[in-house]
């Protein structure tokens, strides 16, 4: 079962021993063009993603394996990746990296395009045919079951006992880790309010259409 930071006890390392660990952060992002406030309240999370898991790791163990939604490559390639898509992100994941853990390739690459690529058509192109959407549906949700098994794999593969694992995924995923894995998710204050920026703002947007 999931364990939500601040909605549990205090773990208690003890009961962890020789198990296998994987603390889950939702991944968000931001644009060079995205309006101040949300910048603001991108940043507050991150400072807080870095506390909860400074925090979680003083009691739970050291993490040892990052991995990290939509990377297919390791060591320094991955981190310049990380460096260009999200730099409050990357700063975790490098000092991480600096005091010995390891980011691990996490997803295949033709994987990830593909999603992409199914993923761009479901939202620019305008559908006249039901039956056509239904299919270009079918397969990005096809290419998605793929990806979250490859994710699932990888981490079996790499985490070993009494092992930490650090994985940074957007929300709604449909990732099955094996039944050994204790999982914590990361849920600091701020991703709530961050939500809420971006609902009332979607509402704003769709009344502004209209």
């Given at each position: ?43 507050l999370y991150w400072q ?129 880790f094996h039944q050994d ?30």
């Amino acid at each position: 079962m999931t364990k939500q930071l601040g909605k549990i006890k205090k773990p208690d390392a003890e009961n962890y021993i020789n198990k296998r660990k994987l603390f889950i952060v939702p991944l968000i992002f931001s644009g060079e063009e995205a309006p101040t406030e949300y910048v603001e309240k991108f940043n507050l999370y991150w400072q807080q993603v870095t506390q909860h898991v400074a925090n979680l790791e003083s009691r739970i163990g050291k993490v040892s394996h990052i991995y990290q939604e939509s990377i297919s490559l390791t060591g320094e390639k991955g981190l310049n990746v990380m460096e260009k898509l999200n730099p409050p992100c990357y700063q975790i994941i490098q000092d991480k990296c600096q005091g010995g853990a390891m980011l691990e390739t996490t997803e295949e690459s033709e994987l990830v395009e593909e999603s992409m690529d199914w993923e761009r058509c479901l939202l620019t192109v305008g559908f006249i045919s039901k039956k056509v959407a239904k299919t270009v549906t079918e397969f990005y949700v096809e290419v998605l079951r793929k990806r979250f098994e490859h994710i699932s794999r990888r981490i079996d593969e790499t985490l070993k006992a009494n092992e930490v694992g650090l994985l940074f995924i957007r929300e709604g995923h449909s990732v099955q880790f094996h039944q050994d894995i204790e999982v914590f998710s990361v849920v600091p204050p701020a991703l709530d309010e961050f939500r809420r920026w971006q609902r009332d703002h979607s509402s704003t947007d769709k009344k502004t259409e209209q």
